[in-house]
């Protein structure tokens, strides 16, 4: 079905696996494409309720774009394009299902950026993470200097994105980067124990209150709370 992708949907969880595992998963324009259509297609499907996002192989959940795309005027413009055209990033943001990484090995650039863009991370114990750009005289710009000042203290952003170094598992967590960390070989059954928590609640009090936190970001506090008591009460008239 995918070149790039594994998709699996089990009662009410859909498995998207990045599978590219020889080359650390990076991120290429195919995979960009299908991880488009794919998102699109769980965010229509009424079957799943919770996605989970993992990695193929041991090494990595993705070491990020896959740089052998780059330097050619071709491929930069596709590129640029693309991301305009379909905005991948938006489009999992605006999703109203909870979508969990489950991030093992290297999870640097793109390959952090994606999991920015999940409500809920989980770390194994081998895993890195990081914003590397900055070494290869460039800038994240799939997002990553504005989505992980929202997730970690600015002055934490701040190092990691201009010293390109990658955090630890440990460090991530202490920071609010991930919210657990556990041995690599429970991560994906940790992950699915998280997805089961989240299915039993309900549904559209899930999707209500994921509305308030997103949204209510960008929001001054008075304009949150009053976006806070709309959704309440939507959420108390069914």
């Known amino acids: 079905m995918f070149d790039t992708l594994l998709y699996d949907k089990q009662d009410g969880i859909a498995w998207i696996t990045l599978n590219r595992p ?7 324009m195919r995979m960009r494409d299908e991880l488009w259509d794919v998102v699109q297609a769980v965010r229509d499907d009424p079957e799943v309720l919770v ?32 991301r305009r055209q379909r905005d991948l990033w938006g489009l999992m943001l605006s999703l109203e299902k909870p979508l969990i990484a489950a991030i093992h090995g290297y999870a640097l650039g793109a390959g952090i950026e994606l999991p920015m ?18 070494s290869l005289g460039y800038i994240p710009s799939a997002g990553g200097t504005q989505t992980l000042p929202r997730h970690v203290p600015p002055g934490v952003a701040m190092h990691m994105i201009l010293t390109g170094d990658p955090i630890d598992a440990g460090t991530a967590l202490r920071h609010g980067l ?19 928590t989240l299915m039993s609640r309900g549904p559209l009090a899930l999707r209500l209150a994921k509305r308030a936190v997103l949204e209510g970001l960008d929001l001054p506090l008075a304009e949150g709370l009053a976006l806070e008591r709309r959704l309440a009460a939507r959420a108390l008239a069914v």
């Not at 989970?52 to 491929?75: C, L, V, W």
Request: aromatic share 6%; net charge negative; charged share 30%.
């Open 22 to 28: 020889d080359l650390l998963n990076a991120i290429n």
């Open 51 to 82: 996605v989970i996002f993992k990695g193929a192989g041991e090494r990595a959940f993705s070491a990020g774009a896959d740089i052998s795309e780059f330097g050619t005027a071709p491929s930069y413009v596709e590129s640029r394009r693309a």
């Open 117 to 134: 863009c999940c409500d809920l991370r989980i770390a194994s114990e081998d895993a890195r993470l990081g914003l590397p750009e900055v």
């Open 178 to 196: 991930v919210q657990r960390v556990v041995p690599r070989e429970r991560l994906y059954q940790e992950a699915e124990s998280l997805a089961r």
